[in-house]
């Protein structure tokens, strides 16, 4: 059952309800699911999301992802399976169908079991997706080559990211236990529901960070990044401006998204955000990113967490966990944001009645609603830069997600 109602535009303050007006003008439809959840953390924030997602979710428009619906749906099945996420599961299988996705390859990521008719293209992103949400989270060079060369650059980016945006709206659907309305299922054909399996993961009696130090890695990016408007073709310069105007400089996650310049601005305009105009504390932010940086294995983020404790005055508490996975003293509320954020990246990845009362209870339901969708952000990011090998920011004095 669903942890959260809608928010009644009426019920929004006078100048919030743009945000509202605009989440229903760019997704043609009315408010639902995870802008629910989002409109209880901040009707800005939910705005910046449908402004994202449009990209990946639009058929037939100029402003749409260059991938194929059908690999779209088809990476959204799978990380919806991945991540026990059942609105996902619910908001895609009929696409995918009717992309002709077959129903027997549908049964299949639904029920978990091992694909044995794949095409040649269904077997690749299986195993991108598999590759990056499994084992090292890391593509091995067979298959980010066989991507690269069936998708050229900006597809392969786009692969990914579209992956990391799946990621991302899982975390606050699972967190609040999103459901479709009876009236959004009535506008579906019938389709077979995914089961949630397993139970919520436990942090009780755990230390406070599991993963054993992180190994050393070569810096070795596999694009060519873009850094300067030289860089870009002049029709695309003014993406490479927004995200400049939102961080001062193009880090090196932008330098590599920037292959696909407008979803790059569109990941950049949310996690302006996040990282620096929503309600958490700099304290929370850079907990949650450090939780995403550990269970990801990601050295990027792991090195935006250090730029990001050093500018909040908050390196010498968490030093020693950013360097080596060591445990920083732990608080109450740090324990609870690892118990929720764990929830989220293990197990069955949703959260227990406990820990989300206990989360909303100390945090507030704005604030849980943000972390939720920051840890997702943050995995977005780890994704892309495990993916492309952006092990470090080269000025960490500068934002680097």
Known sequence: MS??????????PADQ???????RAIRRRPVSGPFIVTMNGSPDLAARIAHLGHYFHSRGQADESILPLRVRAFIALVGARALDAPYEWAAWVNWALEARVPQDTVDVIREGRTPVSLTDEEALLARLCTELVSGSHRLSDATYSAALERYGRQG????????????????????????MSAEQKAGRKPFAPLEIKGSPYSDEGAGFFNPPPPAA????????LRASHEDVAPEHQHFLDRIVRTRGWIAPLFQVLLHTPDVAERIAHLGAFLLYDGSLSAETRLLVGLIAAQELDCDYVRSACSGMARCAGLE?????????GGSPAGTADHRLLLSFCHALLRGNH???????RDCVARLGMAATVQ?????????????VANAFGITSGADQDRPLL
């Open 350 to 356: 949703h959260v227990s009645e406990a820990v989300y």
């Open 156 to 179: 392969i980016v786009e692969l990914v990211v579209t992956l990391g945006y799946f990621a991302m709206i899982a975390m606050p659907l699972n967190a609040f236990e999103m459901e």
């Open 371 to 383: 972390v939720s969708v920051l840890l997702g952000y943050c995995v977005m990011a780890a994704l």
């Open 17 to 23: 309800r743009r945000f509202h007006d605009a989440v």
């Open 3 to 12: 942890r959260l109602s809608a928010v009644a535009r009426e019920a929004l």
């Open 316 to 324: 010498d508490v968490f030093g020693t966990a950013i360097a080596n």
């Open 217 to 224: 890695r070569a810096a070795v990016t596999r694009l060519p």
